[in-house]
Nanobody
Framework: QVQLVESGGGLVQAGGSLRLSCAGS????????MGWFRQAPGKEREFVAA????????YYGDSVKGRFTVSRDNAENTVYLQMNSLKPEDTAVYYC???????????????????WGKGTLVTVSS
């Protein structure tokens, strides 16, 4: 079992930055690919970023490439999402996910993830 708790969301002006954290519990944390997804009001949940269990491979959604960076610290059972140059369209609930499949699989969409956090709200004002 892996339990995930996100933190770091909040209100920020356009152009600003936030860093989200996802703290995981469970002995198998380091063996899971980790991902970030987001869901805006009235929209489907979409892929944001994913990182392999070793941290050496990352994937990003087209809308966040060059602005967001995903990283992980397996010693601390934590995955991070550094978000820079935020835009109002980045406003959403951000969810952390863990999966025993690959980061590449996570990048194809939110279906079938093994574990989800409860989410943290990011609001970007214009």
């Amino acid at each position: 079992q892996v339990q995930l708790v996100e933190s770091g969301g909040g209100l920020v002006q356009a152009g600003g930055s936030l860093r989200l954290s996802c703290a995981g519990s469970g002995r198998t944390f380091s063996r899971n690919a980790m991902g970030w997804f987001r869901q805006a009001p009235g929209k489907e949940r979409e892929f944001v970023a994913a990182i392999s269990w070793g941290g050496g491979i990352t994937y990003y959604g087209d809308s966040v490439k060059g602005r967001f960076t995903v990283s992980r610290d397996n010693a601390e059972n934590t995955v991070y999402l550094q978000m820079n140059s935020l835009k109002p369209e980045d406003t959403a609930v951000y969810y952390c996910a863990a999966d025993r499949r690959t980061a590449a699989t996570m990048s194809r969409g939110p279906g079938g993830m093994d574990y989800w956090g409860k989410g943290t709200l990011v609001t970007v004002s214009s």
